[in-house]
Every structure is written in structure tokens, then in C-alpha cells.
């Protein structure tokens, strides 16, 4: 693809998660963090991830978000408002934040092969989805299991937390 | 840059969004007032033009003209925003229907991606944020309630949408949609596979999965399309017309071009998946009886014609589908709210999953 | 390649079975809460045999599950801590959603065991992940406490947010050396330079186990978490997470980062993992004791002491080497046991009391002197007296650390061990003299509940794990020899 839809779609995602971090209406965070995943699946399909790019619209733009949505809805939860903003604890904060950004930037940027150009990515001769499913179900058949484990956990979890208690 | 692809493509979106789209809309509209009326035993709208053939133009112009009335308390951005969510997605799944075969050697679909099934999920799961943020940002009580309905249904749904779809592609072995057409040419439609090796009996038995897989995912399509007996989002009499009732003018338009889009779409995807898509055996007895396949891909104006029909076969089965959704709205009563929970998620969803099964038993026990 | 699979994974297998059978009958009946106990501990009981009976060494999926008689130790502790913790549950729960949470500890014990069984990134994350998330709930599981709710909701944030550095160091070191496993991860550092950037991913990476392991200064979730979580949640955050942790965070540093150890000598520092597990060390041990000084709640007090501890831990692993490691090993296997015998007497006196407090505890030893019996060893295991278990711990770590270096170059990092040590000394006798010394308050005379069956249940085990305490003091070589048999 080129580079510059990478920028816009980076672009994109970083802009509108910003977005979800400083807008004070949560319906607008929400759909903020939507673009956001959209101009991620955009740059996974720029990788010819297809599969990948399609499965985050659909799992997290089309399904998780609809019902964060649902749900700040039915709480009725109002823009958040404005409070006093400690500026001690804020400038810690992004001093700590800035500060570890340029670390890594800088350690990426003496780096030796972030000099060079990128060597094109050889083109898969398998089908993503093939490529996908066979790996699945094959080399990574154990933490795919365990993955089906982990959300029996986020189901116990959920219901016991908002399960509410007849006395 | 491939100048050729971009200006086949651009042609082809035109094509299908205002030659074929818009117009099936609007014509949609005008047959579900026509057949309603027919099943009440009423005339329906028949007083602009010969029969009443002009009153899409009519209604459009109406809309267009209505003083735009937005209320107070409104939301104002997400006020706009929300019938043009209700209405892209819609339009965009088409990008990856195969609507007709060839037609100058160009493949009739926008775009034949290798994900084509899961872009039509994908897409269209986006649907619903235009009904919810439209019945959000009204700020009123029942479009609100229209919009948890929308969204809380049309994510039950999904579910059985996703599922249903499953043992086709377990029989396929592709998620593009040309090669489920492919298939289907080679072998008959799906829920009828009378073609290609149709004297194999555990053929016959794999249509059996896929009627089902037909009847959930045509019910889901219901659903998804809150079409009756679905149509809670929007109940008349239970929320003055649900999320769309502080919309007026050509938003009201846009919503109501939405959601019959949407039909059409799932129209599409059923024969699609189904009905073996453009594809129309015609009976030969050139050589002995064989069923003869007519795609564009012949000479000179054999071939243009051959599109050309495949296009219109394509469309002339949706339009059968149509009529379905229209016969089912005016015929059947509406579900309750928790009865249509309980469909979903106590029924539809365990027989998609069961079904899935299914499949992939026979699958395994009569490799291909 | 899945019948392999299957069979090799059994007793993970057996814990799965058993925890979803739990849940059905926690669904099926509120009185059915006894049975889910029984259950559960079968099930729990039922592992240790099926790990007793894997083969001694198989690897699967390159490294995802590893076989060798160390995970199968460590899977054995992991599977008798949590039989520990279900014991614990049955005293102290009520028997509302009891299905819910036994099935949630199991759940959390598979994570334990896929942590321990596993030299894969991927999928240490992803046991990371389950045990994290268990543990989640089970911090908030108490929904009449508002203090649980703050316990679960803190551990939550923290873990988050460190799993995802761990989840960015991961992807940095995926990124450049092209493998997830870490036997793989190893052979290409020794053939290539360490980059830089390598360094990067390896600290993000460890910080989401600094924080599993609640070293400073990643600890700040572990005092209201100890405090505020029901205790055998407290008990097996503090004691399972914790054991299972040092196992994989040991072999990732040693057998994945191995040459980029760098070194944490006093005169010759070296770049490499070695000096940040130092500096950790250093400020767990250097902030546990201090703060741990200053608290009058018995569970705070233990939740500082653990980061003092996790503190010591690390100082094996910062010597490197099959001793660094089997020490490590043994203190925190050593300290688990004991710190889950402790919160079974923190969870007998609340339920005695109705608080934990220091105040709770004053005049423990002319009401039950079996419990201020227990909680002396306990006591003074963790401050480190001999003949107890916690003293020959200490002293394998230390000298351990001592000998890796020449020149004594560690002798700093020991200094502050010792020094801290010093310092636990005072709270951890403070304990003791508020049980055997201060007269009964009269403001807690009212026992709340009771004493049942299932306090007498928990009263055995407590005395099993004071005698395992004891003993391993006494005779520390049938553990050690074990676990440097097994640490190739």
C-alpha cells in the first residue's frame, strides 16, 4: 500500500484514540474508539491480513462497541464534568509518559535496522484465512483451547459481579 | 496503479448504486404499498402515472420538500450523523456481492475479496449504530427504546447470522463469495444440488443442513433488517414508530432508504449463498438432456447478452425475495420483545450451532 | 498430534472437568455449596495423580507444554495450594455462588499450571491472562464489602495495565528475534548482539511479573488487595500467583534472556536483566519492611511484608545459575505454604472477631493457643528464625547470591536482605506479642459466628501446614534435593 494511506489511516487511529481519552462524552469516546479500530483494521488489511482487518471490524466495531454503546446508554451516563485537574499529578504523568516515549524512540532510532528500509514481505502463496485457520487449529491448538478457558472466566466473571443479590 | 481496475470499479459502484440500488429502493417501497394494499384487499397508491408507477418520484420529492424540524434538546452531530450510518453500510456490503457473471470480460463484483462473507458481517454489524445513536441523540423517550431494542436485537441476531453461515463454507472450503457461486455452478445450488454429481446421495443429505442453515439465517435476516414479525425497534403502537420518530424530511428518508437497502442486501447475500446466485440452468437436449450454463463469457453480443441475463437473473431472484419480506410484513403478527429474545438466543442460536455439527459429521463421514 | 496432546495435558484436563462440574452444581442448588468443597478438592487431589503419572520429560507445540520433573513439582504445589485454598473457601464464604468462586480457583490453578508448564511467550501471556482474571473476580468476588470491591477493581487496574507492557515487551523481543519460544529466544541471543532494543522489550516484559510478584515499585495494588479481597483470595494471590510467577519469570530470564544477564556486581554493572532485578530487589525489600513497620491491619502488614519478600525471592534469580534458581525456587515455595497457614489464622480470627486487625488478634493465645501456636511458626518462619523453614530459605538465597559473583560482588544487595530482615523482625514480633502478650480487649468478646465443622476442618489443615513449616526447617534437604534435580 502506499505510504500515504499508512499515514492517513495511522493518522486516523491516533487522532480518534486520543479522542477517546479526551472527549467527555462517553457516546463520543465510544465512537471514537470505533474509527479508531477501523483505521486499525485498515492498516492490517494494508498488510494483506485480510482476515485480521475483517475479524476486528466485526468483533470489536460491530460487536464489543455496539454494546459499550448499550450500555452507556442504559446506565444514561452523562458527559463526565469538569473537575479541577491536578497539575502535580497530571505533570507527573505525562512527564513519566514522555519521558519513557523517548527512551523508546530514541533506542528505536539508534537502532540498525530501523536505518534501512524495510525488505518487502515475501507474498504468501496461502490464503490468509487458510493460513489463519491451519495455524489455529494446528501449532496453536493449545493456547486457542485455553483462550475458549479464559473467556468461560470472563463469563463467570461478568455474571457473578452484576448478578444482583436477592436477600 | 491499474488505471483499468479503477475505472471498471468506479463504473460498477455508479452502476449499481444508481442504476440498480436507488431505483430497486424506491421501487421496493412502491411494492410493498402495492402488495399490502393486494393482501388487504385495498387499491394502494395508483394515481401518479400508470398505476401509480410514479410514486417513488412522488415520495421522494415529498421528503425532499418537508420543512427539516430537528428538536431542541437534540444532540445535534450525532443528530445528522446517524441516518447516514443507517444508510452506508448498507450500500457498501454490496461491494462484494457477485451480482452477474461477466459483461466484457469484466467480473461483475466490486470487490471479490477473499473474505467476502465476513466483510458482509462485518459492514453490515456497522448498521447499527445509525438506529442507535438516531434514537440516542433525539433525546426522546421512544426513539430511545427504539434504539436499545435495535441494538440489543441485532446483536442476538448476529449471532445466528454468523453461525448459519458456517456449514456452507464448511462445504465450500472458502469464504469468497465467487467461490460459493463457483461451487454452486459446479454443483448445484445449496439447498438444491441438482447439478454436476446430483446422483450422489450424501450430497442430498448435506442440502438437508443447508435448509436449515437457509431458515435461520432468512429469519435472522428478519431480524436484522427489523423487518416484521421483528419489527420491535420500530412498533407503531408500542413507540410512536421507535427510533425514527423526531426524524423528518429527507433524514426520515435516509433511515427509511436504509433500511430497505439493508433488505436488499440480505436479499442479495440469500441468493447468494443459496440460490446459486446469477446462476440459471436453462435445459438443454443438445446431445442428450444436460442443464446449460449461460454466462458472459461468449463472443460479441453472445457474451454481452449472457451478462446482461446473469445481471438480470441475479436481481430477478432478489426481487423474489423481496416479495417474500413484504408477503411475511402483511401477513404475520408481531413477536413480543422477550418471545424474540427467546428465539434468538434459546432456538435459532442452538440450532445454527447444532447445525454446524451437522454438517461437519457428514463432512466427515463422505469426504469430498 | 491431540491424542499427545491430551495426554500430556491431563491433569490440566482433570482441572477444567472438575471446575465446570463444580459450576453446574453450584447451579443447581444453594445447599449443594458442601458438595462443590468435596468436589473441588477431589478434582484438585485427582491432578496431583495425573501429574504424578505424566512421563518425566516431553515437550509439545515447541515449548508451549513443557514436561520435566520441575513443572511437574511445581504443578504438584500449585495443585496442593490451591486444594489449601478451597479448604480456606469452605470456612470462610458463605455458600452464596460458591459453585461460582470454587470453579473460578480451579480455573485460576489451570493458569498456574500452564504457567509453570510453559517455555512460550505466547502462551506464558495467555496463562498470565487466565490467572490474572480469576483472580480479578475472586479480589471482588465479596459484593456485601465495599473493601473487596476496591480490592478487585485495584488489582484489576494495576494487572491491566502491566500485562499490557508485558503484551508490548513481548511483541518488541517477538519482533527481533522472529520466535516466541524461549529455548529459541536464547540460541539467538548467543549467536547475535543484544540490541538495545531487545533491552526495552525485556523490561517491559518483566514488569508485568514485578507486578505479579508485587515487588516494589509495582506493588502498590498488594496492601489494599491483601486487605480488602476475602482471605483465601488474599491467601492464593499471595501464595499460587506468587509461586507460579517466580517459576516462569525464572526460567524467561534465565533460559530465554540468559545472555543478556548483564551483571549487578557492585564494582562491575553490567547492562542486562541481572542490575533491574537488583534494583527491584533493593526497593521491595527496602520498602516491604519500612512501610510494613507502620501498619496495624494483620493483612496489610503481611501484604508489605510479601513485597519485602518477593524482594529476597529475587535476589536468587539475580545470581543466575542452577543454585540462584533452586534457591528462589525453594523460598518462595517455602513462603507460599507458610503465608497461606497465616491467612487461615487471619480468617479463623475474623470469623472469631469480625475484623483483622491488630486489636483482633490480643489475647489469641488463652482462646485458642492451637492458632497462636500456628501463628508463631508462621511468624517467625517469615522473620526468618531458625529451626524454621523461612531461616534455611534465607540462608540458601544469601548464599546463594554471594557465591555468583566474585569478589562478593553481590555483597550489597545482601547487605540490604539482611538489614531488612533485621527490620521485619520488630512487626513480625509485634504479632506475636499482641496474640501472647496484650490482654483481651473487651471490645471483641463477642465471638460472631459460632465454630462449626468446617473450623475444624481448617484447624487440621493449619496444623498440616505449620508441621510442613517445621519441617521443612528441620530438614530442608527432601525439598532442595528435589527441586536442584530438577533444575537442569
Redesign the interface.
Known sequence: MSPFLFWIFAGLMLVFGAGVVLNRNP?ASA?SL?VSFLGLAALFMSLDA??IG??Q??VY???VM??F??II??LDLRAEKLRKINWLASAGGIAVAVALSVQILYVIGNFRFSQQPFPPLARSTV???HHVGSLLFENYNLPFQIIGVLVLVATIGVVVLSKRELR | MDYFLITTSLLKILGILFVIILPMVSYTIYAERRVSAFIQDRVGPNRVGPAGLFQPVADIAKLLFKEDFSPRNANTF?YWLAPCLALIPAIVTFAVVPFGSTLFGVPMVIAD???GI??V??????G??GI??GG?ASNSKYP?LG??RS??Q??SY?LSLGLAVIPIFLVVG??RLTDVVRYQIDHGWMIAPFLGDWTNPAKWLLAIPMLVSFVVFSVAIFAETNRLPFDLPEAEQELAGGYNTEYSSMKFGLFFLGEYAAMITGSAIVVTLFFGAWHLPIPSWHGGFHWALIDGSGDGWRGILGGLFNIATFFAKVAVLLFVFIWVRWTLPRFRYDQLMRLGWVFFFEIALVNIFITAIILAYYPA | MYIELLKLASPETVVVVTALVVLALGLANERTAGLCSGVAAAGLLFAVAAVLMLPQQATLFHGMLVITPLTSLFKIICLVLAFFTVILARADLSSRNRGEYLALVLLATIGLMLLVGSEELLMIFIGLELTGLSLYVMAGFDKTDVRSAEAGLKYFLFGSTASAFTLFGISFIYGMTGTTALAAIGQKLTTAPVQPLLFVGIVMTLIGFAFKIAAAPFHLWAPDTYQGAPVPSAAFIASGSKVASFVVLGKIVLVGFGPAQGSAAWHAMVAGWAPVLAALAALSILIGNLVALAQTNVRRLLAYSAVAHAGYTLLGLVAGGREGFSATLFYTTVYAFTLVGAFGVVALVRRETGGDDLKNFSGLSSRSPLLAGCMSIFMLSLAGLPPLAGFFGKFYLFSAALRAVDNNGLLWLVAIALFGSLISLYYYLMVLKVIFVDEKSSSTTQPLNPSTSADFLQEISLTVLAAVVLFLGVMPGTLVARIIAAVQ
Do not use: R, T
Open positions: 457516546v465512537l470505533v485480510y482476515f475483517i475479524i471490524v466485526l466495531a460491530g460487536a455496539v454494546l454503546l448499550f446508554m442504559l490464503d490468509d484465512v | 450525532y475479496i477473499n473474505v465476513l466483510f458481517f462485518a459492514i453490515a454489524s456497522l447499527v449504530y442507535v445513536l440516542w430511545f434504539g436499545v441494538s440489543s441485532m446483536i448476529e472458502q469464504l
